[in-house]
């Protein structure tokens, strides 16, 4: 069973920081990719960013420059540090890890617990 831990997220004035975290437990065989993706009321569910196992990264054009996505391998967990946040980042945030979890089984994708990211005044 793979469980997926968020903390972080919270209420932040427009131009702050917050770090989200995402650690993922349990019995599997591999990570391939550990991300993140948000969504705001009335809005699709959107890509923020991601890190491959290999290191490659991808953002959202949104985020490109204010967002940094990170991963500590031995502790299975990514990062995602936020800085100059808008109030267009409000959103619930959503933890994806893609896992094998044998080798013998595809990758899957498991999602964390979503976290609230208010950004106001």
């Known amino acids: 069973q793979v469980h997926l831990v968020v903390s972080g997220g919270g209420l932040v004035q427009p131009g702050g920081s917050l770090r989200l975290s995402c650690a993922a437990s349990g019995g599997f065989f591999s990570i391939h990719a550990m991300g993140w993706y948000r969504q705001a009321p009335g809005k699709e569910r959107e890509l923020v960013a991601s890190?491959?196992?290999?290191?490659?990264?991808a953002y959202g054009s949104s985020v490109l420059g204010r967002f940094t996505i990170s991963t500590d391998a031995a502790k299975n967990t990514v990062y995602m540090q936020m800085n100059s946040l808008k109030p267009e980042d409000t959103a619930v945030y959503y933890c994806?890890?893609?896992?094998?979890?044998?080798?013998?089984?595809?990758?899957?994708?498991?999602w964390g617990q979503g976290t609230q990211v208010t950004v106001s005044e």
């Open positions: 890190i491959s196992s290999g290191g490659g990264t």
């Open positions: 994806n890890v893609r896992i094998k979890r044998t080798q013998w089984e595809p990758v899957s994708d498991y």
